[in-house]
């Protein structure tokens, strides 16, 4: 089940997206809908829900952290003085 809301299956959804997302769902739940009901009226199943109430937890600047983000560095980076290291061992 896919969602044109969201972008579809395997879509990034932006951090604003996201927080909109839990805000509905919350209002949802609050009015006393079921958690799984209020996920797919959005499109979402209730495992992503879980996942970004977790990394917004994490997050509380809520920066967006993923792929190609400003601020995104690899963990494993390699940087200028250890590539030309890496150049002259080889």
């Known amino acids: 089940m896919g969602s044109f809301l969201l972008g579809g299956r395997g879509r990034l959804t932006s951090a604003f997206h ?3 997302a839990l805000e509905l769902i919350g209002e949802a ?3 006393g809908a079921g958690l799984v009901r209020a996920c797919s009226e959005i499109g979402i199943c ?3 829900l879980k996942w970004w109430r977790k990394a ?3 997050d509380s600047d809520c920066h ?3 792929k190609g983000s400003p601020g ?3 963990f494993l980076k ?3 003085g250890d590539r030309g290291y890496s150049l002259e061992k080889s």
């Open 18 to 20: 996201r927080r909109k």
């Open 46 to 48: 209730l495992r992503t």
């Open 64 to 66: 967006d952290r993923g």
């Open 56 to 58: 917004l937890i994490a």
């Open 78 to 80: 390699v940087t200028g």
């Open 72 to 74: 995104m560095t690899p």
């Open 29 to 31: 739940h609050a009015a």
